[in-house]
């Protein structure tokens, strides 16, 4: 699909774009982009296939930039990502998308936005905006499950956060690299190596890297929330562990001297008193012992 540049994007064809020289945004596939680079004179050298791209970033080659972004499903952080290959010239924007992704992003700024894309600067911004615009709930859904965890701790119900925490943290990193990528991103295009935007323009990616930017700030400070949270299940596991140890040792130390009595007496020496008559006077000893064991707990506040 082929979009006129302007307040209201416009959609048009080849032919015209060829014949008019007018500023177009172009959405392909990656089976298309030899051919439409051909056709637009423009020569892109691509590092890598569409599968293989990892990384949001963007460089500047002899007659373009060249540009990729890796962007993280909402649903599913850890996995696949929508990648995208975008090449612009100072009269073209041509991004290439075998998901469908980018298609949907310019359909929703078509949409939404009043001003879509008089300029290449102003399309670059609405569709960058766009895949981000929907990570603030995001991450204020990870500071309500961290919340919510907090107050199970604290409440001593802490069977299942090992096993949801412990995801929440791997997403959150992956989120923090990718913001950090996008805010480099737009520092990149806001330096203007190759002389292709406007001056006046390039506020508008300088947004975008301070937007970026407060996205990654705000997902650090869910990670240091996120160990606060593990620090506070690992001091209750300790807690319990501690109660257990004690209630052990309690245990331990009541029935130390009972062994003992029960050693000494279990001997059977034939000049032992206690032989004839002593099984109850041991009984009583024994049951006297546990009595002043419970006592000194007590008195203690150990039990």
Not at 54 to 62: G, I, L, M, R
Not at 120 to 134: D, H
Not at 150 to 175: F, H, N, Y
Request: charged share 30%.
């Amino acid at each position: 699909m082929i979009y006129m540049l302007g307040s209201q994007m416009e959609e048009t064809d080849m032919e015209t774009v060829l014949t008019t020289g007018i500023p177009a945004i172009f959405l392909i596939t990656e089976a298309q982009f030899p051919q439409v680079m051909e056709e637009l004179s423009i020569n892109a050298e691509s590092d890598s296939p569409l599968s293989e791209i990892c990384f949001c970033k963007v460089e500047a080659q002899q007659e373009c930039l060249y540009g990729t972004f890796a962007i993280p499903r909402l649903l599913d952080v850890l996995g696949s990502r929508y990648r995208i290959a975008c090449v612009i010239t100072e009269k073209y924007v041509v991004l290439v998308d075998n998901d469908g992704f980018a298609k949907r992003l310019v359909e929703r700024i078509r949409r939404k936005k009043a001003h879509q894309g008089e300029t290449r600067e102003r399309f670059l911004y609405n569709f960058m905006a766009e895949f981000i615009s929907k990570d603030a709930v995001l991450l204020e859904n990870y500071e309500r499950e961290l919340m919510e965890m907090e107050d199970q701790a604290g409440r001593g119900r802490v069977e299942d956060i090992r096993s949801r925490i412990q995801p929440i943290r791997k997403q959150l990193l992956t989120l923090r690299g990718y913001y950090d990528q996008i805010a480099d991103m737009g520092r990149d295009l806001e330096e203007n190596e190759n002389r292709y935007f406007a001056k006046k323009q390039l506020r508008y990616f300088g947004t975008v890297a301070d937007r970026a930017d407060r996205l990654k700030d705000r997902t650090s400070h869910l990670l240091e929330y996120a160990q606060q949270v593990r620090d506070s299940y690992q001091a209750v596991i300790d807690a319990k562990q501690n109660e257990n140890m004690q209630f052990l040792t309690m245990i331990s130390t009541i029935f130390f001297p009972l062994t003992l009595i029960t050693g000494w007496y279990g001997m059977n020496f034939r000049d032992m008193p206690e032989l004839d008559g002593g099984y109850p006077v041991v009984i009583l000893v024994s049951i006297l012992v546990v009595i002043i064991c419970i006592f000194i707990f007590k008195k203690k506040k150990i039990l």
